[in-house]
């Protein structure tokens, strides 16, 4: 017997554990974070060669980094009572989380806290790690940490307390008082939020070296890239349908929609590469994935399966040819982050005035009675947090910029920052003298010394080919002065 149909109509105490909905939501929660090492190997298969480590490192930073900030005031910010009018939460309400130990139902009924917490954090790390495929292989390790501590306090936090956590965009807040914006699981705080980050970081920081100029800029191992795409799409139903906070039919609508967008999107975005390049791609269906799980994860508890399959099949066409945008206006977004979780997380967004089901929460969209009046909403709300990401982003990056250089010497860029940040490499195609042991400064010396070519897999000129006098002369020369060669990889 349904134990569940039993209790319809019958008082419950939201403070009585629920053992389905806490089962759930912790597999839910770990869904969620894998989607982090994910997005490691999604990224890390499309840059170049040298790169590798340093943009996989990126997203595992963030793991370290926003996990514990999340323990010590970040979650007061997002979730917790209500300071400034509603701008943010107060991050010494629980700080370290303290007296939530053993609390249930304070976020969701039969919850306990201490799951709602860890599900929310793996949401503020996977969001600061989206933004490091922006500025892809020309980020100093040590100041990337300093600003995923800073980028998810000063701004991740606030957005997430506007939209979820009962503050400006609340029932009772200044602006959701008077409308009333619909994002199921984050297009705004998630991915609008993170895309236009990249986008004023990468500004910041600038272009990499060889940008549109060099041919060799390209993805190195596609297979990495598609195993990532793979792990985001498996981890991103716990993302989507996790976002109901419990085992329900509203879950089971999220979970389905996620399949169905996602699946539109990739076909939409392949059929864009066929009549535009004459090809459909692995890139193009791994890329085309992403984009249409972005999209549906502000609608996908609010559509029907046919509004959820529009929206996915839009965003693929959409993002391909808004990657292709990037070249034209000559913005380095290194792995798309723009095209994909800022254009995307604003088409879902938007998408919800026209596909949006009439419920308590909404009248509907366009195309289901309600004409225009959940449009307005959608946008506004787009256009305040696209704002506040952009000004605050600015501020950070420049400012870490400036006061301890945030992006790596040209030196370095050329030499290959896996190497430079991390003293690793890769991929093992030189032994020089036995074992690599970081800190060795035996090891160091020898790796200084070795030609950078063989670090990417390239075989070593003879010394008679390199003119004399070449190494002070070149200056898009290698650290020891060899000139700069092709490159396998992006």
Known sequence: MNLAVLAVGMDVDPQALDPGATAWMLAASALVLLMTPGLA???????RMKSVLNIMMMSFGAMGVVAVVWALWGYGMAFGPDSLNGFVGDPFANFGLSGLTGSIGGKAAGLPDMVFIGFQATFAIITVALISGAVAERVRFGPWLLFAALWVTLVYAPI?????????????????????????????VVHMNAGMAGLMLAVVLGKRL?????PNIRPHNLPFVMLGAGLLWFGWFGFNAGSELAADATAGLAWTNTLLATSAALLGWLLVERLRDGH??????????????????????FVDPV?????????????????????????????DVVAVHFVGGLWGTLSLGFFALPSAKTEGGLFYGGGLAQFWPQLLTALIVTVWSAVMTTLIGFAIHKAMG????????????????HAETAYELLMVGGSFHPGDPHAKAAAAVAPAGLLEGQPEAPPESQPEGEQD?????????????GKVSR
């Open 210 to 214: 060889g940008f549109m100029k060099d």
């Open 41 to 47: 190997f999604f990224y890390g298969g499309l840059v």
């Open 406 to 421: 945030m992006r790596v010497s040209e030196a370095d860029e050329l030499s290959g920052i896996d190497v430079t940040e």
């Open 280 to 301: 459909a791609t692995s890139l193009g269906a791994a890329s085309g994935a992403v984009a249409g799980l972005v999209a549906v994860t502000p609608a996908c508890g």
């Open 160 to 188: 997430a307390h506007w939209v979820w956590g009962g503050g400006i965009f609340g029932a009772d807040g200044i602006i959701g008082s008077r409308i009333s914006a619909l994002d199921f699981a984050g297009g705004t």
């Open 307 to 335: 509004g959820a399959i529009l929206i996915g099949a839009v965003a693929g066409a959409v993002c391909a040819l808004a990657v292709a945008l990037k070249f034209k206006i000559g913005l380095d977004d290194s792995l």
């Open 473 to 485: 002369s070149q200056p898009e020369s290698q650290p020891d002065g060899r000139p700069v060669r």
